[in-house]
DNA sequence: GACCAGGCACATC
DNA sequence: GATGTGCATGGT
């Protein structure tokens, strides 16, 4: 299945951003929003010169949720905002040299005591932020899998990860492409309802098509 | 106008 | 423990 969306899209060029710190806020900001959206919340905070641990921390919660107002979810992603940058700063004086240096699992879990940062968004940062080797698992990733009947529609977040990492090679360029990759083909043709005609990934279909759809 | 978007926390049963 | 709901802008 990588193969097939490789040679489709080739390499995605993940995360979109210039910075660790960037892709840490807009993992927060990309919580069930369209990346476009997370752009121009992140050009303001860019165009204000506040895209750093210690200038956003120091912000008034108005003044980022006013920012910020692009991504939607407004007002509770900068209160989410706020609790990561506390950890930034408080625990780690704004150094993400200094986080990162932390035991990953360690750090895994500090990350999911922030109230926001759930299992995707702390995976994201390990991964495209830490460069960690952990397998980002999102509603695309859920889709596509289960559609393709390799896991059951009731799998959680953990368990789904664990499959993923169980049956992809541990290797962080890797991770980052594959899942990368798989929100690529989300958004063209892994919807809530399903579009597998020209998908990438038809010829791994079940023989009655993709499993757990209606009509 | 309907549907969708790179989740998460919280209320309620 | 499982299920439902609010959050909000912006594109198709």
């Known amino acids: 299945m990588f193969e097939a969306l490789y040679e489709r899209y080739g390499p995605q060029h993940w995360w979109p951003a210039e910075t660790p710190f960037e892709v840490?806020?807009?993992?927060?900001?990309?919580?069930?929003?369209?990346?476009?959206?997370?752009?121009?919340?992140?050009?303001?905070?860019?165009?204000?010169?506040?895209?750093?641990?210690?200038?956003?921390?120091?912000?008034?919660?108005?003044?980022?949720?006013?920012?910020?107002?692009?991504?939607?979810?407004?007002?509770?992603?900068?209160?989410?905002?706020?609790?990561?940058?506390?950890?930034v700063v408080e625990r780690y004086g704004g150094r993400l040299d200094r986080m990162f240096a932390t035991d990953p699992s360690t750090l895994r879990e500090e990350l999911l005591s922030v109230n926001g940062v759930g299992p995707e968004t702390a995976d994201s940062i390990l991964l495209y932020a830490a460069g960690k080797p952990t397998f980002v698992v999102d509603t695309y990733t859920h889709r596509v899998l289960s559609r393709h009947g390799l896991v059951e529609a009731e799998i959680g977040y953990e368990g789904l990860k664990e499959f993923c990492e169980d049956h992809v090679p541990e290797d962080v360029a890797h991770y980052n492409e594959y899942h990368a990759l798989l929100v690529r083909v989300g958004h063209e043709f892994c919807k809530p309802r399903p579009k597998c005609e020209a998908c990438p990934l038809k010829a791994f279909l079940p023989a009655g098509g993709p499993v757990g759809i209606e009509g």
């Open 24 to 87: 840490m806020v807009g993992a927060v900001l990309a919580q069930n929003t369209s990346w476009k959206n997370v752009r121009r919340a992140i050009e303001n905070l860019k165009d204000a010169e506040l895209l750093e641990p210690r200038a956003l921390y120091d912000l008034d919660a108005e003044e980022l949720a006013e920012l910020i107002r692009p991504a939607g979810y407004f007002t509770r992603k900068a209160q989410r905002l706020r609790n990561l940058l506390k950890l």
